[in-house]
């Protein structure tokens, strides 16, 4: 597939920290990387301008809402989820497999499908894995993700085996099924706090030809740390010269810990949700600006923030919030993923520059969190 390539540029000697490009057919994605979330074709209160302005590289869609609303014809139609929303960048799409898993209490998945009900109508919906890449398809991403079965953790071992063995299985329809040459596919690696069972599936991945890997069902609930030990155990089982997925993470320390164990791309929706919810990302640690040692505060979110939010002062952001205006998520919204991005700019520089174990050592420090 000549439409994509991946480059690693630099390593970092202390661990498993890579550099690297990531070439697809919209441009490329430098890595480590951070993917805004638009889920429903936007990313929430936030323009393409703008967020092309707090520096990504790449956004992400959901398969799931979009192919209920407004439909993946009718996106087709539009000219595709770039001709739609006008974003000019790469676009990933997930394939609706995390939508069934949270719908847990209304879906039923067996070896064809997973059945779920639209949490639209009630109407039922029947995803296969060949349906997932027909509608990602429609949608013309960059990149589309397999469809995988996820399970809530934590679970009994042989439930997340059977979830994981089949999983490989939808992988392998999904590649067969595809037809477009200029939209990768990534496969997930599943086999939930198992490290057995997440090396298993990882090499089963690895041996399909996939252009890139995720490494999924993480960021569900457990510890941190859990999560450190299952990224570290898998990465090293996936291919050097193809881009490693973590899917749905996570706090500023959650990527650097794990670009230190070889990831190179994330999302998540935590800076809009966070920001719509008042709460800022900082050097210094996070900010609740609903509290009241803002309310007379002069000084902006961080110094060294060229957002727009930080042209303005935490007193007046607050006051936007208790007045329930609707500029005040906005505006944190805007810093939050462009906080993320600063963050995943100084990481690749410090990996750059042999520095990565320091810059994580300092920017934890300055979070207030152990070393």
């Known amino acids: 597939m000549t ?19 990531f070439v697809t057919p919209h441009g490329p994605v430098q890595t480590p990387g951070f993917m805004p979330v638009g889920t429903q074709g936007t990313v929430k209160g936030v323009t393409i301008d703008q967020v092309a302005a707090t520096g990504a590289h790449m956004i992400l869609g959901n398969t799931y809402h979009l192919a209920l609303r407004p439909g993946h014809e009718t996106v087709r139609k539009l000219g595709g989820l770039h001709g739609m929303t006008r974003w000019e960048g790469p676009i990933l799409t997930d394939s609706g497999g995390f939508q069934v898993f949270s719908l847990d209490a209304i879906n039923h998945v067996d070896e064809e499908a997973a059945t779920f009900r639209s949490h639209l109508d009630g109407s039922i919906v029947r995803l296969t894995p060949e349906h997932s890449i027909e509608i990602q398809e429609s949608l013309g991403s960059d990149v589309a993700m397999v469809l995988d079965h996820v399970v809530a953790l934590p679970a009994e071992k042989d439930i997340v085996q ?10 392998r329809r999904c590649l067969e099924s595809a037809t477009r040459d200029d939209q990768a596919k990534f496969a997930i690696v599943q086999g939930g706090l198992d490290v057995e069972l997440r090396i298993q599936c990882a090499r089963e991945l690895a ?11 993480l960021s569900v609930g457990e510890p941190p740390t859990e999560m450190y030990r299952i990224t570290e155990a898998t990465t090293p089982e996936l291919p050097e010269n193809k881009p490693r997925y973590l899917m749905g993470v996570g706090t500023p320390v959650d990527l650097i810990e794990s670009v230190a164990r070889g990831i190179d791309l994330f999302d998540c929706v935590m800076p809009t949700r966070n920001g719509r919810n008042g709460l800022a990302f900082t050097d210094s640690g996070s900010i609740k600006l609903r509290n009241a040692v803002h309310r007379e505060d002069t000084s902006p979110l961080q110094e060294s923030c ?25 505006l ?11 963050v995943m700019a100084e990481t690749r520089a410090a990996i750059e520059q042999n520095r990565f174990n320091q810059y994580v050592a300092e920017k934890k420090q300055g979070w207030g969190i152990d070393a």
């Not at 041996?207 to 069902?217: K, L, P, Y």
């Open 306 to 330: 060229p957002c727009i939010a930080c042209r303005h002062s935490r007193g007046y952001l607050r006051h936007l919030f208790h007045a329930k205006e609707m500029l005040g998520p906005i």
């Open 162 to 171: 059977d979830a994981m063995e089949r999983s490989i299985r939808w992988a």
């Open 207 to 217: 041996a399909m030809d996939f252009e890139g890997f995720a490494v999924g069902g």
């Open 3 to 21: 439409h994509f390539s991946f480059e690693l540029t630099h390593r970092d000697a202390g661990s498993l920290a890579r550099r690297g490009v």
């Open 332 to 342: 944190l919204s805007i810093h939050n993923l462009t906080y993320y991005q600063q």
